[in-house]
C-alpha cells in the first residue's frame, strides 16, 4: 500500500459546509429570473420531475434520502446483485426463418464475443425443423441456447433437448432457457393459458437437466404494450408467482421451482430507471421467495435477461438507435443483469444485417472490455438517488402486482382486461406526452432529418407492426414514434404523388438576433410532421412578405420574431400573407389576439395535433 506524503493539501477545508438552506435560496433566486416567486420547499418541488407509478424525481438528493441496508451482492435480498462480482452474459437474439443463414450469423456471433444465443422459433422466426442445421458447429456445452417458441414451445424444447442427447453434450452441462411461458403468450395473443406443458417441461430438466431452466417470465409484452416500469415489474413478480404454485402444486420444491424461471424485462435509455428497474426486481422477488419459505435457498436469486427496449428504436433516423442502445445496455449493465441482449439498431425496420448485429454485439463488449464495466459489483450502489428511485419503485410495482392478485392472479387479470385497461391508460398518458414533445424522440420529434435516405430491410416473420393489433388479440404494440411516423408517412406519400413535400414559409421579423430561436423552434417542429420549412429570404416585413410567400411554394406561413416585434408587426405582416393565398399563418409564441394568425405554436403545444391539422389543410392525404 503506497502512503502519500504529508503536504498539508486539505482540499476545499476553508470553506464552510453549504446548508439545504442556502441551496434552496439560489433556487429561489433562479425561479424568479424565470417569473416564478415561490420559496422554501416550494421551491424545490418546482424542480421535481413528474415519472410514471406516481413517482417524482426530486432535483437535489442528500444522505436524508438514504435507505435501509442494501445488503451485499450476492446475498439476499439481492437488491446489490444475484451474483457476487459483475458482468453479464453477453446473448445476441436471431429470428431469420432460413437456417442456413442463422447459422452463418451464429457462428459469426459466437466467434466475435456473443457468449449465448436467443432464438426465435416457430412461425415467427426460424421453424422447429431448422433448429439442428441452425446450431450446427456450435458447442453445446459451452454456448447456452434460449428458446423462445410461443404455441410451438413442446416442439422446440424436445428438439432442443434431443440435439443435447444427440451430440453427447453432458447433462449437467446443458445451460439456457427452453423458453416455456404461456402467460406471455396469452398477453400476446390472447389465447387461453395452459400451464401443463410448461410444468411437464420443468420437472424434466429438474430430473436430467440441473443446470438448464423451463421457464421465463417475460415481461417484454407488457413493456411493448405501454406499460410503466412498475406495472412492468408488478406483471412479471403477478406472472412469477403463478408459475411458483403450478409448479410446486406439481410436486416440485420451491427452491427447484424457483430455479425454473428466468425473467425477462426491457432496458431503455432512461439509464436510472433502467438501473431502479432491475434492482427492485430482485428485491421483490427476494420477498417472494422469503414468504415461499425458501429465503436461504441459492434458487432465489432472481435470474434476468435485459433487452434494449423495442418501444423506444425508431425507424426515421435509425442510425440513433445505436446511441440509445448503448445507454439500455449500460443501464442494464450496471443494474445487474445477469444477461443482456442489445437489438440492432434496424430492428424495427425488419430482419438485421451483418452490420447492425456486429454494432449490437460490440456494444456490450466494449462496456465489458475496454469500459471494464463488469470489474465493479452495484456501481450505482449508494447513490442516494438511485437507492430512493429503487425503493420507490419497489413500492408501485408491489401495489400492482397485489392489485393483479385480488383481481384472482395474473392469468384472470388478463382474461378480464384488467392488465389491459391499466396499460393502456398509462400509455394514453404518455402519448400525450409525447404529442407535446415533453418526452423528446430524437430525429423524429426532435431534429428531423427529411432528406434521409430510407434503411430497408427484409420483413421479420410474424411481427406485428406498432398500433397494428396483434392477430387474434392480446395486448396491443406500441412505439414512441408511432403518431410522428403516420405523420412522416403521410408526407413521404405527398412527395411520391407529387414531387415535392409540403411547405410552410417561415416569416421571420426583424434582425436575427430577434428571430432565430423561434425560427429554429418552427423548422423543428414542421418537420417532425413531414412539412418542408422555407426560410427564403431571411427576414421580411409587410411590404416583401406577400412576394417571398408567393416564390416559396407553401401553402402555409408560420409568424418567427420576438414578442416586442410581433407587438409591432404581426398583424400587418399576418394580413399580407393572408392576400397572398396563406391558408393558414401561424405564429411562434405563446397564443396572443393577433388579428389574422389562425393558430399558435410553442413550446409545450400538442404537435400531432399541431401537425395533423395542417397537412389536412394542405389536402395531404392520411
Not at 129 to 155: E, F, I, Q, S
Request: charged share 25%; proline share 6%.
Amino acid at each position: 500500500m503506497t502512503v502519500l506524503p504529508d503536504d498539508g493539501l486539505t482540499l476545499a477545508s476553508e470553506f464552510p459546509d453549504a446548508t439545504h438552506e442556502q441551496w434552496q435560496r439560489l433556487v429561489e433566486g433562479v425561479l424568479r429570473k424565470s417569473g416564478k416567486h415561490v420559496s422554501g420547499a416550494a421551491a424545490e418541488e418546482a424542480l421535481a420531475t413528474a415519472l410514471d407509478d406516481g413517482l417524482v424525481a426530486s432535483p437535489l438528493y442528500t444522505a436524508r434520502d438514504t435507505a435501509p441496508d442494501a445488503g451485499y451482492p450476492g446475498f439476499a435480498p439481492f437488491l446489490r446483485g444475484g451474483r457476487p462480482v459483475g458482468g453479464w452474459d453477453v446473448r445476441q437474439r436471431h429470428g431469420r426463418p432460413e437456417a442456413d443463414r442463422t447459422n452463418e450469423a451464429v457462428l459469426a456471433d459466437l466467434e466475435n464475443g456473443v457468449t449465448s444465443l436467443w432464438l426465435t422459433v416457430g412461425d415467427a422466426g426460424l421453424p422447429v425443423t431448422g433448429l439442428a442445421r441452425a446450431l450446427d458447429g456450435v458447442y453445446l456445452d459451452l454456448a447456452p441456447v434460449v428458446l423462445d417458441a410461443g404455441p410451438d414451445t413442446a416442439a422446440a424444447a424436445g428438439e432442443l433437448l434431443r440435439l443435447y442427447e444427440e451430440r453427447g453434450v453432458p447433462r449437467e452441462e446443458a445451460r439456457g432457457n427452453l423458453g416455456a411461458d404461456p402467460l406471455g403468450a396469452s398477453a400476446r395473443t390472447g389465447e387461453p393459458v395452459d400451464t401443463e406443458a410448461a410444468v411437464d417441461l420443468a420437472r424434466r430438466t429438474r430430473d436430467r437437466y440441473p443446470a438448464l431452466r423451463a421457464l421465463t417470465v417475460d415481461a417484454l409484452p407488457y413493456h411493448e404494450a405501454g406499460a410503466s416500469a412498475g406495472q412492468e415489474l408488478g406483471a412479471s413478480i403477478a406472472t412469477g408467482v403463478a408459475y411458483l404454485r403450478a409448479l410446486t402444486a406439481a410436486g416440485l420444491a420451491t427452491g427447484d421451482a424457483l430455479r425454473q424461471l428466468e425473467f425477462r424485462y426491457a432496458a431503455t435509455a432512461d439509464q436510472f430507471l433502467t438501473i431502479a428497474k432491475l434492482r427492485a426486481a430482485r428485491r421483490l422477488w427476494a420477498r417472494v421467495a422469503e414468504v415461499s419459505g425458501a429465503a436461504g435457498d441459492a434458487g432465489a436469486a432472481q435470474r434476468q435477461h435485459a433487452v434494449t427496449s423495442p418501444v423506444m428504436m425508431t425507424r426515421r433516423d435509425p442510425y440513433v438507435n445505436m446511441l440509445r442502445t448503448t445507454i439500455a445496455c449500460l443501464g442494464a449493465g450496471v443494474g445487474g443483469a445477469d444477461a443482456v441482449t442489445v437489438l440492432p439498431f434496424d430492428h424495427e425496420l425488419g430482419l438485421p444485417d451483418a452490420f447492425a448485429r456486429r454494432i449490437a454485439r460490440n456494444t456490450s463488449s466494449i462496456l465489458l472490455e475496454e469500459s471494464h464495466l463488469g470489474r465493479v459489483a452495484d456501481p450505482a450502489g449508494g447513490s442516494w438517488y438511485v437507492e430512493r428511485l429503487t425503493g420507490e419503485l419497489a413500492h408501485a410495482a408491489w401495489a400492482f402486482f397485489r392489485e393483479l392478485e385480488r383481481a384472482g392472479g395474473q392469468g384472470e387479470a388478463l382474461r378480464s382486461g384488467l392488465v389491459g385497461e391499466r396499460i393502456a391508460a398509462t400509455w394514453a398518458e404518455r402519448k400525450r406526452g409525447l404529442a407535446r414533445r415533453r418526452e423528446p424522440v430524437t430525429g423524429v420529434s426532435e431534429f428531423p432529418f427529411l432528406a434521409e435516405k430510407p434503411v430497408e430491410r427484409e420483413p421479420a416473420p410474424g411481427v406485428p407492426r406498432p398500433g397494428v393489433p396483434r392477430p387474434g388479440g392480446g395486448l396491443p404494440r406500441v412505439r414512441r414514434d408511432e403518431d410522428f411516423e403516420a405523420l412522416r408517412a403521410r408526407s413521404d406519400a405527398h412527395l411520391a404523388a407529387t414531387g415535392a413535400r409540403p411547405r410552410v414559409f417561415l416569416a421571420a421579423l426583424g434582425p436575427a438576433s430577434a428571430h432565430t430561436a423561434r425560427v429554429a423552434f418552427a423548422s423543428n417542429l414542421f418537420q417532425a410532421g413531414g412539412v418542408e420549412p422555407v426560410h427564403d429570404p431571411v427576414t421580411v416585413d409587410a411590404a416583401t412578405a406577400a412576394d417571398a410567400f408567393a416564390r416559396s411554394g407553401a401553402s402555409v406561413a408560420c409568424l418567427c420574431s420576438g414578442d416586442a416585434l410581433y407587438e409591432e408587426q404581426a398583424e400587418e405582416v399576418a394580413e399580407a400573407l393572408r392576400s397572398a393565398g396563406a391558408r393558414q399563418v401561424f405564429l411562434a409564441g405563446r397564443p396572443g389576439e393577433y388579428a389574422g394568425v389562425d393558430a399558435y405554436v410553442f413550446t409545450g403545444c400538442d404537435a400531432v395535433g399541431v401537425l395533423s391539422s395542417v397537412l389536412d389543410r394542405m389536402g395531404v392525404a392520411p
